[in-house]
C-alpha cells in the first residue's frame, strides 16, 4: 500500500520524485514565489494548479517554459524590471503596484511570481504585498532576508520600506466590488467601514 | 476607504502592525513554521485561526503561551526533542515520526510548527514531510539551508536524507480509512492502488 499526499499525485513517475524550482516558498494559500522554473521543475509546477505566473523579468520568456504554460493553460503577467547591478537600476514603484494589482486579484490564483533568483524583484514584490497585509516592517524584512540570503540589498529593504501600499486601495476595492454578492469563494479581501456608508463591513466580503 | 487583506482582519488595532514570530513561513496550505511565538506575536498568530501547535522542545510550555493557547481553543502537541549540541543529541527518528503523524492529519490543521529558533528540530520535521511529499532531496535540503541559514547542521541534513517515509503509510491509510466516505472537505491524501482491491484510487480520496 501507499498513500502520498495529493501534491505528489499524478505527476510522479514510478519511482519519481518532485524537483521544486530553486528557492521556492509557499507566500500565501495559492501564492508562491522561486526562482526561474527550469523544464525539470515543471512536474512539480503541475502539482501546485497554476492559474497564472507573474515574471518579472524584461528578458523572454524561454520557448520550452511558454509551451509548459499553454499545455497547462497558465496566464503570463510579465513585468519587465531590469535587474542590472551596475550601475543598480532603482526598482520602479509602479511596476511593483502594477504586478501586486495582478498579486492580489484572487481570480488569478494559484499563481507563481518569479524572476531569476527569486530574491530581489521577487522579494520586493513580496514585501510590498506583506506591507498591505499589515505586516510589521521587521517582519518584511526578515522575510525578504531569508529568500535573499547573503545576496540581500540594501536597497531593497529601503524600497520595500517607502514602499506607499495606499494607492493599492482603489484596485482592492474595484475587486472586492465586481465580487461582492456573485458568491465568489475565496475571502480573501475585507472591508473596513471608513467613508463608504453603503455597504456593511460583513456584506463586503468577497 | 481602507481594504486590507483578511489575514489583517480583526487582529490589528488602530495603525497597528502584525509581528510574525521570528523565523515564520508557510509550508503548506494549513501548514506553518517559526521559531518560538512571543506574546508580542499572538496577534499575528491569531490570524492564522490555528487548531493547533505542535512544539519541539523537551522545556515546558510557557505559562502566557499556554493562556493564549487556551483562549483561542488550540492544541499542543509537544515532542521533547533535545537541542543540546554539546555534545549533539542524535534526532530521535520515533519522535518526529510521531510528531509527524500529527503533523500530516488534517484534523489537526490549521498547524504551526515551532521549536526555539525554527531551523533545527523544526527543519527536520518539515524535511521530512517533503519526502513524503516526493521532493527531490536536493529541494528537501535547500528549503532547510534557507531556513536555517547559517547555521544549518550537517547531521540534520544527513537525518532527512535517511528518513524512511514508509513508516508513516500505515498512519495515513489509517486517516484515510477514518475519513472516507464522510465528507471530509480537505482532499490532501490520495490513495494509490497496490494491494488493497477493495478501494479503488478515485473513491479513496478523503
Given at each position: 500500500?501507499?498513500l502520498?499526499?495529493?501534491?505528489?499525485?499524478?505527476?510522479?513517475?514510478d519511482g519519481g520524485v518532485?524537483?521544486?524550482?530553486?528557492n521556492?516558498?509557499m507566500?500565501?494559500?495559492?501564492?508562491?514565489?522561486?526562482?526561474?522554473?527550469?523544464?525539470e521543475?515543471?512536474?512539480?509546477?503541475?502539482?501546485l494548479?497554476?492559474?497564472?505566473?507573474?515574471?518579472?523579468?524584461?528578458e523572454p520568456?524561454p520557448?520550452e517554459?511558454?509551451?509548459f504554460?499553454?499545455?497547462?493553460?497558465?496566464?503570463?503577467?510579465?513585468?519587465g524590471?531590469?535587474g542590472?547591478t551596475?550601475?543598480p537600476?532603482?526598482?520602479?514603484?509602479?511596476?511593483?503596484?502594477?504586478?501586486l494589482?495582478v498579486?492580489?486579484?484572487?481570480?488569478?490564483h494559484p499563481?507563481?511570481?518569479?524572476?531569476k533568483?527569486?530574491?530581489?524583484?521577487t522579494g520586493?514584490?513580496?514585501?510590498c504585498l506583506?506591507?498591505?497585509?499589515?505586516w510589521?516592517?521587521?517582519?518584511?524584512?526578515?522575510?525578504?532576508?531569508?529568500?535573499?540570503?547573503?545576496?540581500?540589498?540594501q536597497?531593497?529593504?529601503?524600497?520595500?520600506?517607502?514602499f506607499d501600499t495606499a494607492s493599492?486601495?482603489?484596485c482592492l476595492?474595484?475587486?472586492?466590488y465586481?465580487y461582492?454578492?456573485y458568491?465568489f469563494k475565496?475571502?480573501?479581501?475585507v472591508h473596513?467601514?471608513?467613508n463608504v456608508q453603503?455597504?456593511?463591513?460583513?456584506?463586503a466580503?468577497?
Amino acid at each position: 500500500m501507499c498513500l502520498i499526499m495529493e501534491a505528489a499525485d499524478d505527476h510522479v513517475v514510478d519511482g519519481g520524485v518532485l524537483a521544486a524550482p530553486s528557492n521556492f516558498s509557499m507566500v500565501e494559500d495559492g501564492i508562491y514565489r522561486s526562482g526561474f522554473p527550469k523544464p525539470e521543475n515543471f512536474g512539480f509546477l503541475t502539482t501546485l494548479s497554476l492559474r497564472s505566473i507573474i515574471y518579472l523579468c524584461p528578458e523572454p520568456y524561454p520557448e520550452e517554459n511558454l509551451k509548459f504554460l499553454e499545455a497547462n493553460n497558465i496566464k503570463l503577467f510579465q513585468f519587465g524590471i531590469e535587474g542590472k547591478t551596475d550601475p543598480p537600476t532603482p526598482m520602479p514603484e509602479d511596476t511593483v503596484l502594477d504586478a501586486l494589482r495582478v498579486l492580489v486579484d484572487v481570480r488569478n490564483h494559484p499563481i507563481l511570481i518569479h524572476c531569476k533568483a527569486g530574491k530581489h524583484r521577487t522579494g520586493c514584490l513580496v514585501g510590498c504585498l506583506r506591507k498591505v497585509q499589515s505586516w510589521c516592517l521587521s517582519s518584511v524584512l526578515e522575510e525578504y532576508q531569508k529568500n535573499a540570503g547573503v545576496k540581500w540589498r540594501q536597497r531593497d529593504l529601503n524600497f520595500i520600506e517607502a514602499f506607499d501600499t495606499a494607492s493599492l486601495r482603489q484596485c482592492l476595492l474595484s475587486i472586492m466590488y465586481r465580487y461582492h454578492g456573485y458568491g465568489f469563494k475565496r475571502k480573501r479581501l475585507v472591508h473596513e467601514e471608513e467613508n463608504v456608508q453603503t455597504l456593511k463591513p460583513q456584506a463586503a466580503k468577497v
